[in-house]
């Protein structure tokens, strides 16, 4: 028998399948089209209320779950518990097993690099890094984290990989930019957007049975559908509704968790908009067609002073659906670039309830109108964002670092 001349890549992450986030779902689609043409193995943690094996195979990839904790991540020194436990046993598992070609990562938790780059160099392979976000700057921007000391380490052990590391990926134009201003050598930074499967996720009719189960389809439904974090500006879009309560048809649909869901649920009541915001938690990816479907109108918020820090992936599933989209950011933000580029939506500034609130008023009125801009944004994201394109790109940059695979009639 002979030897399995494939090339081995280690991949670490927190979040990977079957993790609702989405790291988890993107890292899981990239690691089995990988897997096609390489050994592909995933150090990943524990999921909170899961009782998962420590290693199985999924669709060609193999999974190992470090001894991590799974507390509830809304507390920060929980999560730090959550990270703290998961780096340390990753960081054994890494270089106990079979040594790897090249050690891939993505950034959850944010300094999962510099183990990565411990095994990188420990068996003198490549290390290729994935930036979902740019830390600590976007913890201490959204006020997540204030000690000076906490930050400035942190920011010297994100720049330690980022500055040793082979390649850096950057989702984004901006986020390029971020992460050569913290050291990131710009000859290495490879942008590659996210990207969302435009075969699986495909334009429904507005009314539909998710819509019809929910009481939606008499009503003009402006939707968020994701995660319920401190990025989102999501008290700009409930602070919207209070200039809305003549709109009897108008309903706000948060759809999602997270760090702040309680906080933007007692907003709304606070702000006595309950009856025009809705909220429901993450629905079952099967119906996720038909729920984004079930929306007019997609906010998609990015808190003010965040743009490169971290880019809404969201808003590629969105456009996949043949939705229009409302984005509240900075100019320079990568969504609005993409919503001017492609003429598939409308923009406003962050933090702005009040002009959020005038652009919903005008479409429910008719003044404005979205026609065309869903088919726009659809033909946009199967060109630029399908998961085939996003794939083909990455294949190419790991190419570009181990030596592909042979094929099966080469080996013969």
Not at 16 to 39: F, K, S, V
Not at 267 to 282: C, D, K, M, P
Not at 367 to 390: F, K, N, P, Y
Request: net charge neutral.
């Amino acid at each position: 028998m002979t030897a399995d001349p494939r090339a081995r890549i280690l991949v670490l992450n927190q979040y990977y399948w079957p993790g609702i986030e989405a790291t988890a779902q993107l890292l899981a689609q990239l690691c089995e089209a990988l897997a096609r043409d390489y050994d592909v193995t995933v150090v990943t943690g524990q999921l909170r209320g899961q009782d998962l094996p420590a290693e199985e195979t999924r669709n060609g990839v193999r999974i190992l779950r470090a001894r991590s904790t799974a507390y509830d991540r809304s507390q920060l020194h929980l999560r730090a518990a959550n990270y703290g436990t998961y780096l340390a046993d990753t960081a054994l598992t890494a270089l106990r097993d079979t040594p790897p070609d090249l050690v891939l990562c993505m950034t959850d938790p944010p300094i999962v690099g510099d183990v990565g780059l411990v095994v990188a160099r420990r068996f003198d392979v490549p290390l290729l890094v994935i930036s979902q976000d740019v830390f600590p700057e976007i913890a201490e921007r959204v006020e997540r984290l204030r000690q000076p000391i906490v930050l400035g380490a942190l920011r010297s052990l994100v720049g330690l990989y980022l500055k040793r590391a082979d390649r850096v990926v950057a989702i984004g134009e901006t986020m390029k930019q971020r992460l050569e201003q913290k050291g990131a050598p710009a000859a290495r930074i490879a942008v590659i957007p996210n990207w969302v499967d435009t075969a699986e996720l495909t334009p429904r009719p507005r009314r539909n049975a998710w819509s019809q189960a929910h009481g939606l389809d008499d009503a003009f439904v402006v939707m968020h559908s994701g995660n319920v974090g401190h990025a989102q500006d999501l008290d700009a879009l409930v602070r919207a509704a209070t200039f809305l309560r003549d709109l009897g048809s108008l309903r706000i649909v948060v759809i999602g968790s997270g760090a702040r869901e309680g906080d933007v649920t007692r907003l709304a009541q606070r702000l006595e908009v309950t009856g025009t915001v809705r909220f429901l938690g993450y629905q079952p990816r099967d119906v996720l067609p038909l729920s984004l479907a079930s929306g007019d109108l997609h906010y998609i918020g990015l808190a003010r002073g965040l743009s490169g820090y971290v880019v809404p992936s969201r808003v590629y599933g969105v456009l996949a659906a043949g939705r229009p989209v409302l984005v509240s950011a900075d100019p320079d933000s990568e969504t609005v670039r993409l919503v001017e580029e492609a003429e598939c939506g409308l923009v406003v500034p962050p933090g702005r309830p009040e002009l959020v609130a005038g652009l919903i008023r005008d479409v429910v009125e008719g003044r404005l109108s979205l026609e065309g801009m869903g088919e726009r944004g659809r033909a946009w994201v199967e060109r630029e964002a399908d998961r085939e394109v996003a794939f083909d790109r990455y294949r190419r940059l790991v190419s570009e670092l181990v030596a592909p695979s042979p094929s099966p009639s080469s080996s013969r």
